[in-house]
């Protein structure tokens, strides 16, 4: 049968990813640090018809020879770790990563990644993410706590209502060789895995690491403009992928045409 | 007449060819780096027979902004170098990212040569110049090697936007200024309305085929009763 009919299913069903990753981009526009993907194709194997070099029943020699290509392929959905825009809110827990790095939170005792930096209080003082998840190291406001101020290195300070302060502690960042195959849980949250390498600790502010910045969050790294483009240009290529099928279908067509 | 039967069939297998490309192509649309190919097919120096071949168009594609510090495009003609179990191999893809160990290599894994051989880079702020040149925090870490060939019909695709090269090694030119652009993506260089014209093209040839060998099987019908063998 023909073969550029297979290569069209697969290149609908490569356009299918893309529109569901610009979808989940789109519906977390809103959401805090979210960062988003993008998904990338690759071709895929060749059919040699005929080997370039090879002489031809008539004696001549085939300069290039004829391949084929066999569609298409989704290689992967890549998380992109652009930065985000800043949302100033004023909020004492809210913090910002300005440039590299992740906290580290504790996630049913497991450890977790996330660059959500709308922290709360839960009942105890201790500061959480809006799941509940303790931040790493776990800090504990007392409770007759009228503010708190974090500075660009992290450093954690409560203030009493006489304007004594306390060290609570030093918010700590994580970097990954390659951040990009962290893995998505969802909640906010990143898994290391084989491909992202182990976290490597690093303060704030040292070297290849970003610095806290208190009263913001940051807001996702989404675009748009940029996502309704993809998505015009994915939903046409979806289409002419289909006439290509059609085509292939008209072609079948006249073959079987040819007895009467 | 018989033979006119054949470079017919000849021919419908071509336009078959020709639409094989086509879709490839269309379906390769939005595939980084990716190189359009056409299957031409030219009358051998013997009698009938019809000659396939395909080529690949090497004609930049698209560059576009994507603000990801791992992308980089290919301002002047030229394939980033790449090591694979198999040897050294060539892709525009330049949508890079990193291992596990932080070593730069293609989405598929495939370590991205630098005039000293593969690039650790992993844990720090990595910039890439003009000229190839590639920064961790700031330190000139490497180059990236950049080639290009002068005669790129040479280059066999092998899938997965990786080329094998099959010429000699003085084919290999060695760029030395090439000029790079991060945070850009070549993407492909197909144009859809050419495939979408040459695609109707191609299926009318192909009908057109049909109507030429239904003829021959009218004429030769009339032959045969013609002669009283019905």
Known sequence: MIRGMWSAASGMAAQQTTIDVISNNLANVNTTSFKKSRAEFQDLMYQTLNQGGAETAGGDQIPTGTQVGMGTETLGVQKMFSQGDFEQTKNDLDVAIEGNGFFKVLSNDLERYTRAGNFKMDSEGNIVTPNGDKLQPEMTVPADTLSVTIDKYGQVTAFDPTGAGVVLGEIELYGFPNAAGLSSLGHNLYMNTDASGEAIFATPGSEGMGTILQGFVEKSNVDVVEEMVNMIMAQRAYEMNSKSIQTADAMLQTANGLKR | ?230
Do not use: W
Not at chain 2, 42 to 56: C, D, I, N
């Open chain 2, 1 to 230: 007449m018989i033979s006119g039967l054949f470079s017919s069939i000849d021919s419908a297998l071509v336009q078959e060819s020709r639409f094989d490309a086509i879709a490839n192509n269309i379906a390769n649309a939005n595939t980084n780096g990716f190189k359009k190919d056409e299957v031409i097919s030219e009358r051998s120096s013997f009698a009938f027979e019809l000659q396939q071949k395909s080529s690949t168009d090497f004609t930049a594609g698209n560059i576009i902004e994507t603000g990801n510090s791992l992308d980089v495009a290919l301002d002047s003609p030229g394939f980033f170098k790449i090591e694979t179990d198999q040897g050294e191999r060539y892709t525009q893809n330049g949508a890079f990212v990193l291992d596990e160990q932080g070593v730069l290599v293609t989405e598929n894994g495939k370590k991205v040569m630098g005039e000293n051989g593969p690039m650790e880079l992993g844990g720090g702020i990595i910039s890439i110049g003009g000229d190839g040149g590639v920064f961790v925090n700031g330190q000139l870490v490497d180059q990236l090697a950049v080639v290009d060939f002068n005669n790129p019909q040479y280059l066999v695709k092998e899938g997965n936007s990786i080329y094998s090269h099959t010429g000699t090694d003085d084919n290999i030119i060695q760029i030395q200024n090439p000029s790079v652009r991060q945070g850009f993506l070549e993407k492909s260089n197909v144009n859809p309305t050419e495939e979408m014209v040459k695609m109707m093209e191609m299926f009318r040839c192909h009908e057109s085929t049909q109507q030429v060998i239904q003829t021959l099987g009218a004429m030769t019908d009339k032959m045969m009763s013609g002669f009283g063998l019905e």
